[in-house]
T-cell receptor
């Protein structure tokens, strides 16, 4: 079946460096993608989204890139801070527009 | 800032018992969801709910599960006869604009089935 997956299960970066988290998806018909952050003991928190008619979208210190040709999504975090340490999930929205299909998650650890 | 709340934070139950997990979505939201996350695994969609009807459900959401909006503020997930494999974090989410829009998640209820 269709799936969303992440390339790297863990990523360790130094404070101040830029982080890049990658995600592959298999449903070429996917129209909408979201990155969520999950801190320990909390629910997923929305970071940024992108629709399939865009290649790039920027937020505050975060940028999402979408490459529809290779069905790849990435989240870039600029000047990573200790508070960025969390598990990051990419999710694609189902064809109905309601269900979020999450990837397995990448654990980001920011070291001082 | 408005947020989704869930109770209880942790529920322990015996196999075969019924449990009801409760959620209070953000007050002006009309679309509601339940997800679960088994320890160490990804978040999985269970069901979406709008206008007092299920709009979409996954294969996980079988006959032992049901959802209800019993009043104007609560949204519940009932598991009729719990199994060991139902042990997971259950997250409620809500959105204000339906399809293809941000879903706001609650902090989750940890369900432990013994």
């Amino acid at each position: 079946g269709e799936s969303v997956g992440l390339h790297l299960p863990t990523l360790s970066v130094q404070e101040g460096d830029n982080s890049i988290i990658n995600c592959a998806y298999s449903n070429s018909a996917s129209d909408y993608f979201i990155w969520y952050k999950q801190e320990s003991g909390k629910g997923p928190q929305f970071i940024i989204d992108i629709r399939s008619n865009m290649d790039k979208r920027q937020g505050q210190r975060v940028t999402v890139l979408l490459n529809k040709t290779v069905k790849h999504l990435s989240l870039q975090i600029a000047a990573t801070q200790p508070g960025d340490s969390a598990v990051y999930f990419c999710a694609e929205v189902s064809n109905s527009g309601y269900a979020l299909n999450f990837g397995k998650g990448t654990s980001l650890l920011v070291t001082p | 800032e408005p947020e989704v709340t869930q109770t209880p934070s942790h529920q322990v139950t015996q196999m075969g018992q019924e449990v009801i997990l409760r959620c209070v979505p953000i007050s002006n939201h009309l679309y509601f969801y339940w997800y679960r996350q088994i320890l160490g695994q990804k978040v999985e969609f269970l069901v979406s709910f709008y206008n007092n009807e299920i709009s979409e459900k996954s294969e996980i959401f079988d006959d032992q599960f049901s959802v209800e909006r019993p009043d104007g503020s609560n949204f519940t997930l009932k598991i009729r006869s719990t199994k060991l494999e139902d042990s997971a974090m259950y997250f409620c989410a809500s959105s204000g604009q339906g399809a293809y829009n941000e879903q706001f998640f609650g902090p989750g209820t940890r369900l432990t089935v013994l």
